[in-house]
Each structure stands twice: as C-alpha cells, then as structure tokens.
Antibody, heavy 117, light 112 residues
Framework: EVLLVESGGGLVQPGGSLRLSCAAS????????MSWVRQSPGKGLEWVAI????????VYVDSVKGRFTISRDNAKNSLYLQMSSLRAEDTAVYHC??????????WGQGTLVTVSS | DIVMTQSPDSLAVSLGERATINCKSS????????????LAWHQQKPGQPPKLLIY???TRESGVPDRFSGSGSGTDFTLTISSLQAEDVAVYYC?????????FGGGTRVEI
C-alpha cells in the first residue's frame, strides 16, 4: 500500500521558517518524481514544487522561488520542503504527492502550516 | 502559465442522474509528439486528500468505477459521472501537466 505521511507543520510568525517532511512507503520512492501541493483553507489546489527521482532537477511555482527548497533523501524514503521568509498567503495544508509519469497519483493527508503573528 | 477554468462552480444532481463538469485550458495541452492530452481529473471528498480519477484526459485510474469518464481534446475537456451515487459527493478538480507551473482548475462541488 502506498503511504505518504507528512509532518512538520505548525504555527509560525511571518518571516519565519519551517521544514516539512514526508515519509514514503509501499513503493520504490527513488523511482518517482515527487511534488508538494498546497491547499489554502476552503480554497483550491496549488502546485508548489517538484523534484526529479535523483534530485537533479527541481522546479518551483513563481510565488515560492527563492524562499522554498524541495529536497529528498532516497536512502530514507523521505521528501522535504524547507520554507523560509514565510508569508500569510503561505498558510495552507501542504500535501506530499507522488508523480507517476506525468500525473499525481497518490496524495498524503497533508500537514497544516499557519503563518500568523 | 496555463490557466484552467472549470464550470460550473457547483452542481446538484439527483441520485442516478448524470453529472457533467467542464474544464477549459487557456492554451492547448495536446502534445503533437505523442497525441496525448496532459489532463487529469482528481476527486476530493470531505476531510480527505485528492484522489486521481482520470489521466491522459480519458484513461481511468485503476479501481475507478466505470461510471466516471473523461473526454475532450486540445483546450476543452469534460468529466462525466453517468449515474451519480451518494459516495460521489466531492469536489472535482482538473489539472494540466503540459507545462510548468502545473495548474489546477478552481474545482467543482458536486452535491446530491
């Protein structure tokens, strides 16, 4: 069974930093592109970042470029999102998502990040 | 950026009736190299993460009931639920993988 379990969310002040983690199991993690997708409370979905299987390619949505860094540790079957210079508009549930070919086929439950003073 | 526009925002359908959701992309998401549309549909039930229903615009993901079907090409796409069941109450999102940034439609809420 494919499982993606996020952690690391919480309340942080504007300008602060947070590191999200995603523990993957039930599939060959090193063989998949992985993404972070966020969902603001009561709102729709926004893709944040994607990373290639070996970590050699990373792409970000413009709104987080220079502030967020996606990374992975294939030995630990783990995906990460380092977030800095956080803004109120970054408040959202952050989902870890597996890429299968060109599409997102498994989603984690998500971890809530709240940016507020 | 490719903008995905869904309609309607919400719809109420009787049990056993057909539900139709539309999705329009701001540019073609049909690849000339492989003749495939880079379009997926995701279903999100209350309190759950999204679930992939359809990819390549019309290919059902394994385990998805055949009452769900996708159609369309280029810039105009449709998700059809042929006979709505109670468990289909959810928000449905279209999503393009043609180019970065990967983008989603605003969602369509389906109710009984």
């Amino acid at each position: 069974e494919v499982l993606l379990v996020e952690s690391g969310g919480g309340l942080v002040q504007p300008g602060g930093s947070l590191r999200l983690s995603c523990a993957a199991s039930g599939f060959r993690f090193s063989g998949c592109w992985m993404s972070w997708v966020r969902q603001s409370p009561g709102k729709g979905l926004e893709w944040v970042a994607i990373i290639k299987q070996d970590g050699s390619e990373k792409v970000y949505v413009d709104s987080v470029k220079g502030r967020f860094t996606i990374s992975r540790d294939n030995a630990k079957n783990s995906l990460y999102l380092q977030m800095s210079s956080l803004r109120a508009e970054d408040t959202a549930v952050y989902h870890c998502v597996r890429g299968n070919g060109w599409f997102f086929d498994y989603w984690g439950q998500g971890t809530l990040v709240t940016v507020s003073s | 950026d490719i903008v995905m526009t869904q309609s309607p925002d919400s719809l109420a359908v009787s049990l056993g009736e057909r539900a139709t959701i539309n999705c329009k992309s701001s540019q073609s998401i049909l690849s000339s190299s492989n003749n495939k549309n880079y379009l997926a549909w995701h279903q999100q039930k209350p309190g759950q993460p999204p679930k992939l229903l359809i990819y390549w615009a019309s290919t059902r993901e394994s385990g998805v009931p055949d009452r769900f079907s996708g159609s369309g090409s280029g810039t105009d796409f449709t998700l059809t639920i042929s006979s709505l069941q109670a468990e289909d109450v959810a928000v449905y999102y279209c999503q393009q993988s043609y180019g970065a940034p990967l983008t989603f439609g605003g969602g369509t809420r389906v109710e009984i």
